[in-house]
């Protein structure tokens, strides 16, 4: 099979999110090529990156993008190197590095602007709104998101339409807003299961379990939980899988039922850790302060609280830094003014604390 061949049939197996497979076949691909055929080259760099993002091997896409950035240069394709700075942007985010991804993201919407280049621009603007939520914007997130919705309904392009729906219901629920999460969420559950695409599927059942989670139907949420935690597993995507872990664990945690939070978590910590997520990292010590808090173990929730804390300010994490100040209090001081500055409709009423 010649190396065409072999990056078509790639393209078909990672858009049936099955990724290892896909990989297989780019890493023949690129093999295939010559020497002179560096713009094919650089392209099947781009596709082994962006599926090994997919998958949370974080490292491993960074220098494949940085490749294609290089072969990319070289022949003088600027909007390759573009594309391929997204790509890394996108995996220093996943690792909560979102100051760093932000500064390639603002780059790159300049150049799909300048080339009026609107499939450019509008995974871009999905892409730094993702980058806002990390660093807790919400609410500024939310709205760069209707705007990528607008640009993709415009292109009517489904898949991104599907896309932006479920950022907007993960970001609808941090800020706050849950009624709108799940409507966001179920909308694009809708559109998946008509594209038969797994990952976004699976996406979309995390996103109503966590949106049923947070309003209180936690048998519904970890049905919901389940489903997606089969379909991430059936396609070999860590990162997914380790927020879905922590989301049960919360769900646990709120039902107290907390031996089987703490399995939960550890699992998800595991993964946090292969894939270098720093926000992942907060979350897993959010989650073990309330479990010792449950347990009547207070000097062991502080030092876990004050461990998020520092993480929190080190790595920007302004939502996360929220939610580790009003449980140390206990008492929720100032926890309404320390959400409201940073726009997020949210309220500590106590432990165990329902963290969306």
């Known amino acids: 099979m010649n190396p065409e061949e072999l990056f078509k049939e790639a393209e078909t197996l990672r858009k049936r999110s099955r990724f290892q497979e896909a990989l297989q076949r780019y890493q023949m691909a690129l093999k295939g090529f010559g020497p002179k055929d560096k713009e094919a080259r650089a392209i099947t760099l781009l596709a082994i990156a962006d599926t090994l993002r997919m998958t949370g091997e974080y490292k491993k896409a960074i220098r494949a993008y940085q490749r294609a950035e290089s072969v990319a240069r070289d022949i003088g394709s600027e909007d390759l190197s573009v594309d391929a700075s997204v790509g890394v ?35 871009v603007l999905w892409a730094r709104a993702g980058a806002l939520r990390c660093q807790g914007r919400a609410s500024d997130a939310l709205r760069i998101l209707r705007r990528a919705l607008r640009l993709n309904i415009r292109r009517q392009d489904i ?15 941090v ?17 998946f299961r008509d594209l038969k695409d797994t990952f976004g599927l699976a996406y979309s059942y995390c996103g109503i379990g966590n949106a049923l989670r947070m309003m209180g139907r936690y048998r519904d949420a970890m049905r919901y939980f389940h489903k997606a935690m089969r379909l991430y597993r059936k396609i070999g995507d860590r990162v997914s899988s380790s927020y879905t ?41 959010l989650g073990t302060a309330q479990i010792h808090l449950l347990r009547g173990e207070q000097p062991e929730a502080i030092r876990a609280l004050k461990r998020a804390k520092r993480r929190s300010e080190r790595f920007g994490f302004m939502l996360e830094h929220c939610h580790a100040t009003v449980m140390m209090s206990s008492s929720g001081r100032d926890s309404t003014s320390c959400y409201r500055a940073i726009g997020v409709k949210l309220e500590f009423n106590g432990i165990p604390f329902n963290i969306p």
């Open 175 to 191: 800020a706050g807003r849950i009624k709108d999460s799940l409507k966001y969420y179920t909308e694009a559950n809708a559109l």
């Open 245 to 285: 872990l922590w989301s049960m664990a919360q769900t646990c945690i709120m039902l107290r039922r907390l031996k089987r939070a703490e399995r939960y978590l550890s699992e998800a910590y595991t993964w946090f850790k292969v894939t270098g997520d720093e926000r992942g990292k907060v979350y897993y010590l």
């Open 89 to 123: 942007g996108l995996c220093l985010r996943g690792m909560g590095r979102w100051r760093e991804a932000m500064a390639r993201f603002e780059r790159a919407e300049e150049f799909y602007k300048k080339r009026r280049d609107l499939e450019g621009l509008s995974f």
């Open 159 to 173: 898949e991104a339409v599907g896309y932006c729906l479920n950022a907007l219901g993960g970001a609808s629920r």
